[in-house]
């Protein structure tokens, strides 16, 4: 058995981030497609969440909703290892036993946590993304963009798998291809966790009443805080995940930075082009976290139990 506080959380994180992964990779899929066609020479090719799901489906069979899923499961244990025992860390640095509990240190807690772990997640979603691109369909760029474009810059079906992925870009670009939107993936993992753990503690102490623990939760109330605490963190960073999909993708040096993204993603299309795929993104994010905030929850309460 596990018997400190941090090797718990690091364990359940693991555990639950990759039962999310799993659950939610098909709409995460999805919300790449939406957010980046249109850019790179990429055809206007889908029009809502469901026709994307569908044509995917068609054009690649099921496999296509699941590209670039082995990078991030492998990652998430990673990832999640790190959010989790962070967050875990400075909840009791902030909030020792007996403490009073309040939101604000749910929200300071997951901010630490976020910005912690974006040396992992952003490599880890450009080698993901540039994957789940490829191989859009029959066509994947228009005539016009190949006179435009030069070949190294249009995104074909050219990657094998996440290590090939990861060489190619390395080869090309360097360290500098790999680290290519950390910082914009910063301005999005830090507000996101604050609303991601703040939100889902603030629903489960709402439903659990005032004075009573929120060990007493069921798994529906867990598993509905969950869902929408994933919702409202995707709600309330979404344009920065617009921006990051379109910087990491962006081989041909079109944008000179975040601030240089957004103003010409906004001219091109209008501020509608920063919710791009955001209903596939709540349909991935209540079905992800739905999951894994309650597997974590669970694993810790009953490793808590023991203790007791």
Not at 213 to 231: K, N
């Amino acid at each position: 058995m596990v018997d400190n506080h941090a090797g718990q959380e690091i364990v359940a994180g693991s555990i639950g981030g990759c039962t999310g992964i799993l659950a939610g990779q098909p709409f995460d899929t999805i919300k790449a497609r939406l957010q980046t066609q249109g850019i790179g020479g990429r055809e206007l090719r889908y029009s809502t969440t469901f026709q994307c799901l569908f044509d995917i489906i068609k054009t690649e069979g099921i496999r296509g909703l699941y590209k670039g899923m082995s990078y991030p499961l492998m990652g998430q244990i990673f990832i999640n290892a790190t959010v989790f025992s962070v967050q875990g860390t400075f909840m009791r640095i902030l909030q020792p036993e007996g403490g009073q509990s309040k939101i604000y240190k749910s929200l300071l807690s997951g901010t630490i946590a976020g910005l912690a772990q974006c040396v992992i997640c952003s490599p880890m979603e450009l080698i993901k993304l540039r994957m789940q691109v490829q191989g859009i369909g029959k066509e994947m760029y228009s005539p016009l963009a190949e006179k435009l474009l030069h070949k190294s810059s249009i995104v074909s079906e050219k990657y094998i798998g996440p290590w090939d992925t990861t060489k190619e870009i390395y080869r090309q670009s360097g360290i500098r291809g790999i680290s290519k939107g950390f910082v914009v993936t910063m301005c999005r993992e830090g507000p996101s966790f604050a609303v991601y753990f703040g939100s889902y503690d603030f629903i489960r102490q709402t439903m659990a009443g005032n004075g009573n623990s929120v060990d007493g939760l069921g798994l529906f109330h867990l598993m509905l805080a969950g869902g929408v605490a994933g919702c409202l963190t995707w709600t309330s960073t979404y344009p920065f995940d617009v921006v990051k999909s379109r910087i990491q993708l962006d081989m041909s040096n079109e944008y000179k930075g975040i601030i240089d993204c957004f103003r010409k993603s906004y001219r091109a299309e209008g501020s509608r082009v920063f919710f791009k795929g955001i209903t596939s993104a709540w349909y991935r994010a209540f079905i992800t976290n739905s999951v894994t905030l309650p597997t974590v929850t669970l694993i810790l309460r009953y490793w808590k139990g023991n203790e007791e």
